[in-house]
């Protein structure tokens, strides 16, 4: 039986929320955006307002699936500002209590590995990623948002 799309939601909803908690645990102020705000999910940065940063979340639900799902469309991230982040969030398994996992790359070279991807220049629009397929220099990479840490 399918999953319902309400607890597909719920999964996204759920990796947008621990990556405002890592965010705050690293001292980087955040606020998650309304549903669907133009290919983002959380607005950072530095209470002053000097530096301010939008993530795109992609949750992965162990138990329901085991890849990230992008599509054709986010091969236009590769034009995304130096100021635009994708987390991928594994959410970690229920049934073995597994601890999520984190991803963080420029939207700019996730972009890239869509373009790379097999499905490339076929009709198929999934970018199907598993966490080994990912770039292994995003795997816990929040030192790439270091910039918004306020100094």
């Given at each position: 039986m399918p999953t319902p799309q309400w607890i597909k939601k719920l999964g996204g909803h759920a990796g947008e929320l621990y990556v405002a908690?890592?965010?705050s645990k690293r001292g980087i102020?955040?606020?998650?955006?309304p549903e669907n705000f133009s290919d983002n999910d959380?607005?950072?940065?530095?209470?002053?307002?000097?530096?301010?940063?939008y993530i795109q979340v992609k949750s992965c639900h162990p138990d329901r699936a085991n890849t990230f799902i992008l599509r054709e469309t986010d091969e236009k991230w590769t034009k995304a500002n130096t100021?635009?982040?994708?987390?991928f969030v594994w959410l970690g398994s229920l049934?073995?209590?597994?601890?999520?996992?984190f991803w963080i790359a420029k939207k700019r070279d996730?972009?890239?590995a869509c373009i790379k991807h097999s499905a490339h220049g076929t009709s198929n629009w999934e970018r199907r990623f598993s966490p080994e397929n990912l770039n292994r220099h995003?795997?816990?990479?929040?030192?790439l948002l270091e910039e918004y840490v306020k100094k």
């Amino acid at each position: 039986m399918p999953t319902p799309q309400w607890i597909k939601k719920l999964g996204g909803h759920a990796g947008e929320l621990y990556v405002a908690a890592e965010l705050s645990k690293r001292g980087i102020a955040s606020a998650l955006l309304p549903e669907n705000f133009s290919d983002n999910d959380i607005l950072f940065g530095q209470k002053e307002g000097n530096k301010l940063g939008y993530i795109q979340v992609k949750s992965c639900h162990p138990d329901r699936a085991n890849t990230f799902i992008l599509r054709e469309t986010d091969e236009k991230w590769t034009k995304a500002n130096t100021n635009q982040f994708v987390v991928f969030v594994w959410l970690g398994s229920l049934r073995s209590n597994e601890n999520p996992k984190f991803w963080i790359a420029k939207k700019r070279d996730a972009g890239l590995a869509c373009i790379k991807h097999s499905a490339h220049g076929t009709s198929n629009w999934e970018r199907r990623f598993s966490p080994e397929n990912l770039n292994r220099h995003w795997e816990n990479n929040w030192a790439l948002l270091e910039e918004y840490v306020k100094k």
